[in-house]
């Protein structure tokens, strides 16, 4: 089987009630075939439940098949210690096995893509495989302060591509796959149904730093 690497990401923040959250959505190839599923293939959301807490949900709603992910990358605010960080697992839908959980700053390098601060490593045993409709929870701590909006950061670019903000080593059958998708640009509120009845506001991110000047609670 080919490694494959999928580096993805469109992300969003939004505001409910003095909270915000941040959407992953990997939908795009950077390099080799995509997956065959709809998408997104996986999404992942960093939502902030108090200060210096946050939930971490990863999901695969849109893989196929034998597709499974291998590893997930993302970053942290430069100006924190990723080392520091405390990842302790708080729920999980289907049959796969506890990913590992690495964290440390520019420590881990996708495939054909940068290098980033945190990385899942899901096990490739039969059986045990991260893949179509699993999911998987966290609670983040150990920094004060931590928002969900100190993971919409940039990586340490290499391997000739620019810099990413997360990315995702999908494996399939003879595959290998990077898919990578920049932060939309500033849009409208959402217009979906619940999003009215609550009265939020839907803010999505650019690709430059000025998305990411979001005020700490």
């Known amino acids: 089987m080919g490694a494959v690497a999928l580096s993805v990401f469109v992300g969003q923040v939004q505001d409910v ?84 959980v690495g964290v440390g700053t520019d420590s881990f390098k996708a495939p054909y893509d940068g290098k980033y601060d945190i990385m899942f490593s899901f096990s490739s045993a039969v059986g045990s495989q991260f893949s179509q409709g699993d ?10 302060g931590l928002t969900a909006s100190d993971f919409v950061y ?17 494996q399939t059958i003879g595959q290998a796959v990077i898919v990578d998708t920049p932060p939309q640009t500033p849009g409208v509120p959402d217009g979906g149904a619940t999003v009215l009845l609550l009265g939020l506001t839907l803010l999505t991110l650019e690709g430059s730093r000025r998305g990411l000047r979001l005020a700490r609670h």
């Open 17 to 100: 009630f003095g909270l915000s959250s941040v959407t992953y959505n990997f939908d795009q190839t950077l390099i080799g075939n995509p997956p065959a599923g709809p998408t997104p293939w996986l999404t992942a959301v960093f939502s902030d439940v108090s200060p210096g807490t946050v939930d971490l949900t990863l999901s695969a709603p849109g893989l196929t098949g034998s597709e499974m992910v291998n590893q997930w990358f993302f970053n942290l605010n430069p100006a924190l210690n990723a080392s520091a960080l405390n990842f302790a697992q708080t729920g999980a839908t289907g049959s796969f096995a506890s990913p590992g």
């Open 135 to 144: 999911s998987l929870s966290f609670s983040i701590t150990g920094i004060a």
């Open 154 to 170: 940039q990586n340490t670019a290499s391997s000739g591509h620019g810099q990413l903000y997360a990315a995702a080593n999908i």
